[in-house]
């Protein structure tokens, strides 16, 4: 079995038990290296035309990785006026901020206009509520191109069954709402799910946004959304990444025929949250008990389904490395079922998983642990949130986000 933390020198000569002693078990560690690294690759995806990433910062909200992600250049979207106010505090101009919010207040809408922060509206609805805020302004819309894709159905978000952006039968009505607001439709942007290895959806998505945005006039920009994926794989099976080479030739090949057909070259942005960190973190726990039921053998860490959600929210597969006396091990492979410290049956890191024999006290590294990990984190069960610490391009370590303490928690019930 390869070891991912070993081949990337992950923390950088750091001994992970002097890390949880330092910073408290559990712990999400990033990697500046990897970090910047998968920033850079994002940003230079399309040469040949007027080309902007977006960091999708839902991702990973960390105020010190969204700085790094404005030093590298990229510009971000944001969800919610509260995804706006960090992106301004980590230093992002309003121009470099592309509000794409669902089913908002008209509190949230004034915000981003107040701001001067470009929105795209995702229903006719919040079209019209947009308009009443602002009549004259610029705005986008989100579309449904009608292809969906994504590891789970709880993140696709185009095609039939879903709930965000507008279809290709109800764009008139959607011009009639704008034209009645004096809107002037400046982007289209689409984001088709989360997470695709084979990229024949998303490039698909792609033509149909492209024969949609000839019901417009000229527009400013085309967004093509997210979903880059990541290979969650790589230690268990040796998945490879993905393949940024051939995806670019074919994506670059279909921008080429669009700027054909609608005669004009707009700016292209994509939208990408996971892969800009989600290699970048791992996240680091302490086994507790080791015990067996029904001659089933579980190892029981300190990792919960608050501190990482996606395996019981989706069944999502993470690898895992386990590290005895301070190094990574692969003795005595068997099976084991990685639990966390939460009050339900269904709090499992991995079920029944071919893993090195654990024992007591040793500590699990959670790989890919960078997107949607401490985001989706909790305090359920009254359980502290972790720190966050980067281990940066010198090899220091710095801490990005100290641990929750117990005032914390109860701070918004002293009333
Ligand atoms: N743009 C929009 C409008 C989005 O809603 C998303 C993700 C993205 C871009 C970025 O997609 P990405 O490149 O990260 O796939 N919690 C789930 C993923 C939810 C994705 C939500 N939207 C998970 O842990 O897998």
Redesign the pocket.
């Known amino acids: 079995m390869r070891s991912y933390i070993e081949e990337t020198g992950f923390f950088a000569g750091h001994d992970p038990r002097d890390l949880l002693k330092t910073y408290g078990s559990p712990l999400y560690v990033y990697n500046e290296k990897i970090v910047r690294s998968n920033l850079r690759r994002l940003k230079g995806l399309i040469t040949k035309y007027p080309y902007r990433t977006n960091y999708?910062m839902?991702?990973n909200s960390n105020l010190a990785l969204l700085r790094i992600a404005r030093e590298e250049g990229l510009n971000c979207?944001a969800?919610s006026e509260g995804e706006i106010r960090l992106l301004l505090k980590a230093g992002f101009t309003p121009d470099r901020i592309f509000f794409?919010p669902n089913n908002v207040s008209e509190e949230e809408l004034k915000f981003a206009v107040a701001n001067g922060v470009m929105t795209s509206l995702d229903s006719i609805d919040q079209l019209e509520r947009y308009g009443r805020i602002a009549p004259g302004s610029k705005c986008a819309v989100r579309l449904n191109p009608g292809v969906g894709a994504g590891?789970h159905k709880k993140?696709v978000?185009a095609g039939k069954n879903t709930k965000f952006a507008i279809t290709d039968d109800q764009l008139d009505e959607m011009f009639r709402v704008a034209d009645r607001y004096d809107l002037k439709i400046v982007g289209i942007n689409q984001?088709i799910g989360?997470?695709f290895m084979d990229p024949e959806p998303f490039l698909s998505a792609v033509s149909n946004l492209i024969q949609m945005a000839k019901r417009f006039g000229k527009l400013d920009f085309i967004d093509f959304?997210?979903?880059?994926g990541v290979p969650y794989h790589k230690v268990s099976e040796d998945e490879k990444p993905f393949d940024f080479d051939s995806f670019e030739k074919k994506f670059e090949k279909l921008l080429d025929e669009a700027v054909e057909e609608l005669g004009y070259v707009p700016l292209f942005k994509t939208?990408?949250?996971?892969?800009a960190f989600c290699e970048a973190g791992v996240l680091l726990g302490t086994v507790h008990a080791v015990k067996y039921n029904a001659g089933k053998k579980y190892a029981g860490t300190d990792i919960g389904m608050n501190i990482l959600t996606?395996p019981t929210l989706?069944g999502?597969w993470h690898d895992i490395e386990v590290i005895h006396d301070g190094t990574v091990t692969t003795d005595d492979p068997q099976q084991i079922t990685v639990t966390g410290n939460i009050c339900e049956s269904g709090d499992i890191i991995a079920d029944s998983r071919t893993l090195p024999k654990i024992v007591t006290d040793d500590i699990v590294c959670v790989l890919d642990a960078g997107?949607?990990g401490y985001a989706?984190a909790s305090n359920y069960n009254q359980r502290l949130r972790p720190a966050e610490v980067l281990i940066t391009l010198d090899g220091g370590v710095k801490v990005i986000r100290r641990r929750d303490t117990y005032e914390d928690l109860f701070r918004n019930m002293d009333v």
């Open positions: 999708s839902k991702a979207d969800m794409v590891h993140v978000t984001h989360s997470l959304g997210g979903g880059y939208e990408p949250g996971r892969f996606r989706y999502s997107a949607y989706m």
